[in-house]
C-alpha cells in the first residue's frame, strides 16, 4: 500500500468519510478518489497537507511526494531519487 493511500485511508477514519475528509482539506470530494486511482497527482504541497490534516509528518509525506514523481527512466532521475531517498532516511532519523 502506497504512503498516499495510507494517509487517504487514516484521513477517512479521522474524519468519517472522504468527503468529510476532503471538506477538511478544501478539496472537491473527487480529488480524493482521483489521488487514489492515480487519475490526478497528489502534489507535495497537497501531500503535505494531507499529512497534517491527519497528524503525520507533513515533510516526510512532501519529500515522499517527491520522490514517487521522479522519472526514473533516466540515470540523472535515478540518482535524484537515490538522493532524496538518503534525505528522507536522514528526515526520519529526526
Known amino acids: 500500500m502506497s504512503q498516499l493511500d495510507i494517509l487517504i485511508d487514516k484521513g477517512n ?28 497527482s497528489c502534489t507535495a504541497p497537497d501531500r503535505a497537507e494531507l499529512a497534517a490534516a491527519v497528524g503525520e509528518n507533513a515533510t516526510i509525506a512532501a519529500l515522499e511526494a517527491v520522490i514517487d514523481g521522479i522519472d526514473t527512466t533516466t540515470l540523472a532521475g535515478k540518482k535524484a531519487k537515490a538522493e532524496l531517498e538518503k534525505a528522507l532516511a536522514r528526515v526520519r532519523i529526526l
Open 13 to 40: 477514519s479521522i474524519y468519517g468519510s472522504q468527503k468529510e475528509l476532503a471538506r477538511q482539506l478544501g478539496k472537491p470530494d473527487t480529488h480524493i478518489s482521483m489521488w487514489r486511482k492515480g487519475k490526478r
